[in-house]
């Protein structure tokens, strides 16, 4: 195992955050607005809940993923590039769902979505119990982001 360094963590946890500040940037502003207008399917949070949690989402995740990156348990490698794969398609759910207003293609990423980040979160914990556990919300917060998506879908045709 690579030695713990604080410095890598932050890394870590800061280019995680740095995605979610590039979907929204790529999405155009607007969200509080735009949200108010839609339709919410029921137990749609305020907007207001979005920002603090996927900001305490992204530090779970960048935390889990520098646990797996300092492991030297086998399959590491394929961890790694699954976490990397739904870190992309989480990029993109953003500018389709806000940016485009394409729900069905928002409901297909977050279909996406919840099958990688699945996988992501099997491998972890196949790797570290404590990146496992620190990914599972994130595993329920996109299942519960699946079924909002599909719920705005329907309601807002």
Same mark, same amino acid.
């Given at each position: 195992?690579?030695?713990?360094?604080?410095?890598?963590?932050?890394?870590?946890?800061?280019?995680?955050?740095?995605?979610?500040?590039?979907? +929204?940037?790529?999405?155009?502003?607007?969200?509080?607005?735009?949200?108010?207008?839609?339709?919410?399917?029921?137990? +749609?949070?305020?907007?207001?809940?979005?920002?603090?949690?996927?900001?305490?989402?992204?530090?779970?995740?960048?935390?889990?993923?520098?646990?797996?990156?300092?492991?030297?348990?086998?399959?590491?490698?394929?961890?790694?590039?699954?976490?990397?794969?739904?870190?992309?398609?989480?990029?993109?759910?953003?500018?389709?769902?806000?940016?485009?207003?394409?729900?069905? +293609?928002?409901?297909?990423?977050?279909?996406?979505?919840?099958?990688?980040?699945?996988?992501?979160?099997?491998?972890?914990?196949?790797?570290?119990?404590?990146?496992?556990?620190?990914?599972?919300?994130?595993?329920?917060?996109? +299942?519960?982001?699946?079924?909002?998506?599909?719920?705005?879908?329907?309601?807002?045709?």
């Amino acid at each position: 195992m690579k030695k713990f360094k604080i410095i890598d963590l932050l890394i870590f946890i800061i280019a995680t955050e740095l995605v979610g500040a590039l979907s +929204a940037l790529f999405s155009g502003g607007g969200f509080a607005e735009y949200y108010n207008t839609l339709v919410k399917p029921p137990i +749609a949070p305020p907007g207001g809940v979005f920002p603090i949690a996927w900001a305490i989402l992204y530090a779970l995740m960048g935390t889990a993923c520098y646990l797996v990156y300092i492991s030297d348990r086998e399959k590491k490698h394929l961890a790694l590039k699954l976490y990397l794969l739904q870190l992309f398609v989480n990029f993109l759910w953003s500018p389709v769902f806000f940016g485009t207003k394409n729900f069905t +293609a928002a409901a297909v990423i977050a279909v996406i979505l919840l099958i990688t980040v699945s996988a992501a979160n099997f491998f972890f914990f196949k790797i570290s119990d404590t990146a496992g556990a620190l990914f599972l919300p994130y595993l329920l917060w996109s +299942a519960y982001a699946l079924y909002l998506t599909i719920g705005f879908l329907v309601l807002n045709r």
